[in-house]
């Protein structure tokens, strides 16, 4: 299967700092999202990302597509305490004619932020 | 509107038994995704299922089955449980549109909080 590369697995930073957090694939896809999940719920999806090279924000949410469409990043700037939380990469490919398909997830990142 | 409903949200379960687990989409919505969460092997596909029919599966052995029903309401099943297969079970609903239209017709999956089996 297609296997998705999340790095970091963790960080500790301090509130107002920024943070970067990247993933690669050994296969190209359609879609890159970017989901955050806070415990005991589900992940939520932050940003979709459809073009090659395309560089999307969402408040203080920054990610791009790879020229490869095998990477994606994801930068949240001035961090504050509320985005603690396990940050995760989905790569998504359309089955030929549908618009079903399924999400391949990356590892996480368990993002700390201390006051 | 009410977002995906997942029941039960707890679960514990022996080794052997079967369990069912049930999953309630966003009204309208008509795809229902299931992926199993766990430390080792992080989120991984089971099955999406659309208009009652499975459309696509992932590397999951038999013991794993679901069903779509004609609302739209999907439920899980795992048979013969194992130590490993205690997870955080979660159900993914979204509404896809009628074409793929290129770049800019993502269609969202809402996720619901999911169903956290243990088995003993």
């Known amino acids: 299967g297609q296997q998705l590369n999340q790095s970091p697995q963790s960080m500790f930073i301090q509130e107002g700092e920024d943070v970067s957090m990247n993933c690669t694939s050994s296969?190209?896809?359609?879609?890159w999202l970017w989901y955050k999940q806070d415990p005991g719920e589900g992940p939520v999806l932050l940003i979709a990302l459809y073009k090659a090279g395309e560089l999307t924000s969402n408040g203080r949410l920054t990610a791009q597509f790879g020229i490869t469409r095998k990477d994606s990043f994801l930068n949240i700037s001035a961090s504050i305490p509320s985005d603690v939380g396990i940050y995760f990469c989905?790569?998504?490919?359309?089955?030929?004619?549908?618009?079903?398909?399924?999400?391949?997830f990356g590892r996480g990142t368990q993002l700390t932020v201390w006051p | 509107k009410a977002g995906v409903t997942q029941t039960p949200r707890y679960l514990i379960k022996t080794r052997g038994q079967q369990v069912t687990l049930s999953c309630s989409p966003i009204?309208?919505?008509?795809?229902v995704s299931w992926y199993q969460q766990t430390p080792g092997q992080g989120l991984q596909f089971l099955f999406e299922y659309f208009s009652e029919t499975q459309r696509n599966k992932g590397n999951f052995p038999g013991r794993f089955s679901g069903r779509q029903f004609s609302n739209s309401r999907s439920e899980m099943n795992v048979s013969t449980l194992e130590l490993g297969d205690s997870a955080l079970y979660l159900c993914?609903?979204?509404?896809?549109?009628?074409?793929?239209?290129?770049?800019?017709?993502?269609?969202?999956?809402?996720f619901g909080p999911g169903t956290r089996l243990t088995v003993l």
């Open positions: 009204s309208g919505h008509r795809s």
């Open positions: 296969s190209i896809f359609n879609t």
């Open positions: 989905a790569g998504q490919n359309y089955d030929r004619g549908s618009t079903l398909g399924r999400l391949y």
């Open positions: 993914a609903s979204k509404d896809p549109p009628a074409a793929w239209s290129g770049s800019s017709s993502y269609n969202e999956q809402f």
